[in-house]
Each structure stands twice: as structure tokens, then as C-alpha cells.
């Protein structure tokens, strides 16, 4: 698989500052990459380098196979870019808004007023064509800002925190939206500091800390790295059937602990903690399959303890 967006010795300074340094990317074609760090960590100004809206100090930035410094017109009609702020536009009406950015891509008038009406249907704002910008939730203001990106049908999405300060309803529906985006063959590049959100969508993910490249890589080839143990949670119809489950699961090979853990909505549970691959936790659930569950899942928390883990807590 080819990378869509590569960088090599990336840096950017501000002075005596150094927001960037030395940063290697690499996004394969069609990946959802979750771009990861704690506010401050450089995730924006590696964003502006990527879609040229600043000048690197040093390195390189390859995307969609253009050099974004010297074929810069190039580049910029292979990239859809979100920022973090919607804009100043809220007097205009929703379609617009979008009939605004398709003519500043040079789109002809017979062909913007279909392509609003599908870019609307996508992100199902097409019942509030002509309401305000204004008068949208943020939510939906979000949706109408990924429209944007898309009126000149980009290759890669780079979306800087889509999902910020949105209830968990919205979060939800950029979420799903990304992953159809995907389905469509784009390459979706989005920073967040939102770990749920990188472990639901995501394929690959690159943590960064002050400006460097702490580790990247597919989020299953991460997993299996870094992590010492998969929990798995495991809830049961019957209580009375505890013990016999977590003797079960002790005797399937990869498995460390099976421990009874608090109920939750009054139903029992259990943890059990796993070395290997996925083919390990398909060997415990046959081993249970003989048992009523109601719950059989892998512990989202385990990617917040791999970032933990790597990560320092540092702030540049």
C-alpha cells in the first residue's frame, strides 16, 4: 500500500521555538489515521505544513504524490482541509455557503447546484439548504464544514479535531460520516486527543508529544507491540455461572488471569486478561461459546493505557 501523505525530517520553528521536530509521517492510501497528542503536542502546526499554510523550517511533505512546497497548486487540489474554527460566515444561507467554496475551485454554475444537493444529501443537512449558516447546531456546522471540504472531490481529508466540543450525538454522526468517507476511497488524516474516537474509526494512528513522533503505525500492529495484555470483558445472563466461566477461560492458551470483576446493571462480569493475537481471543470465545453472555468485547480502555504508556505528559 503506497503512502498518500509522507513527510521526512519534518521541523518547523517560531524563533527560538520549535513546534515540529524532525517529524516522519507515513499514510498509506485509504487509511483512517488518528493523529493523536495532548493539546500543545504540535498536531495544528504539523497540519498547517501539511496543506501548506506554513512553511516548514526544514524537511519534506509529500502528499497525494505532490511536493506541497513545490507544486503547491497540485497538492492543494488533492486536499480537503477542516480546521478547528468554522469560519465567519454564518450570514450566508447553508447551499451558499457551499456554492462559495465550489466557485473559489473555478466549479461551473450548471454543475455546483447538483453537487451542493449531493454534498448536503452526504451529510444529511440537505432539509436545511436554506436556513442561516447561524442557525445550525454545532454539530451540524461541523457536518457543513466537512461538506466544504469535499466540494472539489479531494483525494485526503485533513481534518484538524472534527469531533471537538460536540455532544456525544454529533460525535457519533462525524464518526460515522468518516467512515463512509472512507468507503468512498478517501484518505482521512484527523487529529484529536480523543481516544475513543481513534479506537472506534481509526486503521492507523500516530502519537505525537512536543513536536516528535512518538510511535505510528496500524492500530492493530500497535496493539500487538505495545501492549502486554488484551483485557476482554465478559458479561453473563446468569451469575451463578461465574466460576465456571473463569475456569473456562483459564484454560485457553494466551490466557494470563480471568478474575470476576463489579456488575454492571446488575449482571456479572468478568476480565480476562490475554497474550497474542486476535486468534487468541477467537480461541476464548469458542471456549465460552457453551455459556449465556450478553457480552463478549475488548476493552476500549486499552489504548488510553498504551498512549500512558508512551507518552511522557510533555507540553511544548
Known sequence: MSNMIETHALRKHYGKFEAVRGLDLAVPSGAIYGFVGPNGAGKTTTMHLL?????PTSGTVRVAGFDVRKERANASRAIGYMPDEFGVYEDLRVWEYLDFFAMCYDIPAHRRKVL??????LVE???????????LSKGMKQRLSLARTLVHDPQVLILDEPASGLDP?????????LAELARMGKTIFFSTHILADVEDICSHVGIIEAGEMVVQGSLRELKARFMETREVIVTLLHSEDSERVRQA?????????????APKHERARLRVDCVGDDAVLSALHRALASFDLLGFHEDEKTLESMFMRLT?????
Open 51 to 55: 496543506t501548506a499554510l506554513a512553511k
Open 249 to 261: 477461560a483459564l484454560g485457553v492458551a494466551g490466557v494470563k488471569t480471568a478474575q470476576v470483576i
Open 312 to 316: 511522557k505528559g510533555l507540553v511544548t
Open 125 to 135: 443537512l440537505k432539509h436545511r439548504r436554506e436556513d442561516n449558516v447561524d442557525q
Open 169 to 177: 450525538r454529533a460525535r457519533v454522526e462525524i464518526r460515522e460520516l
Open 116 to 121: 451542493i444537493g449531493e454534498l448536503l444529501e
